[in-house]
């Protein structure tokens, strides 16, 4: 951990940072081994104390985990996956964080790319009392699309709860966040761009032009050899295996 921070500050190019987050809490023995005697956060306080990082937070995308994190008190800020599909940290991370006060970031607020209007996924997660949301942006008309629901913001009216409503229906609450965890894979599958052809085919009807864009790839999803490494490192918990049958079952 010593050493991570110090390739952090100079990556960075800098002597402080404002925020050091303990990345992806798992499991059971993960928190346990970031809070044990010589574990990650007592180097991080360390280096808190030193003046090299300002606050500590802890992310992950069990909530469960999240909340026995924030109960100890020892962290300024906590990210976890919250949009209109993801609402569990609602019920009770989120007030926990706010009643300690301890800042709240929402991870995947587009449900990792999935979720189509951009505008009305912002706009549910501004209605809700958190510090900040963190889209994911890799275009400048991304930028300007996130900012426009910052600075047109108005409550969703019933109609657009309605249309929110048939795309959690439509989506479902098991799906690909493309975090890319999953990877790499031993048979050199892109999983997470098998499923994104694989959704653009079925959901998006892009029947023409997918087909052709998936046999040009490399790690296809007939390569996948069934080993479950990747299902082993899915924070979400999700069928990969079988997902990437179907893909191939569909698109060769």
Do not use: W
């Amino acid at each position: 951990m010593v050493k991570d921070i110090g390739i952090s500050l100079a990556n960075l190019k800098t002597d402080v940072i404002d925020l050091y987050q303990i990345h992806n809490i798992q499991a059971r023995k993960d928190l346990d081994a970031v809070l044990a005697p010589g574990g990650a956060l007592e180097a991080l306080q360390e280096a808190q104390k030193a003046g090299k990082i300002r606050f500590i937070g802890v992310t992950g995308h069990s909530v469960e985990l999240l909340i026995e994190a924030v109960k100890t008190d020892l962290f300024s800020t906590v990210q976890v996956p919250f949009n209109f599909v993801e609402t569990k940290a609602l019920d009770e991370l989120l007030p926990l964080a706010r009643k300690m006060n301890i800042g709240t970031i929402a991870m995947k607020p587009l449900g990792g790319g999935q979720l189509d209007d951009v505008d009305l996924a912002l706009r549910f997660i501004l209605e809700h009392d958190i510090t900040t949301a963190i889209p994911g942006m890799d275009e400048v008309r991304h930028i300007e699309q996130n900012l426009a629901a910052l600075k047109n913001f108005r409550p969703l009216s019933p109609e657009e709860r309605a249309k929110i409503e048939h795309e959690i229906a439509a989506v479902g609450s098991s799906f690909c966040r493309r975090c890319r965890y999953c990877l790499p894979c031993p048979a050199g599958v892109d999983i997470p761009q098998n499923f994104i052809f694989h959704l653009q085919y079925t959901r998006y009807n892009m029947k023409k032009t997918i087909p052709a864009r998936y046999a040009a790839m490399p790690g296809k999803a007939s390569d996948c050899t069934q080993c479950g490494a990747c299902e082993e490192r899915c924070p979400y918990d999700l069928p990969i295996r079988e997902r990437l049958k179907k893909v191939a079952a569909d698109l060769g």
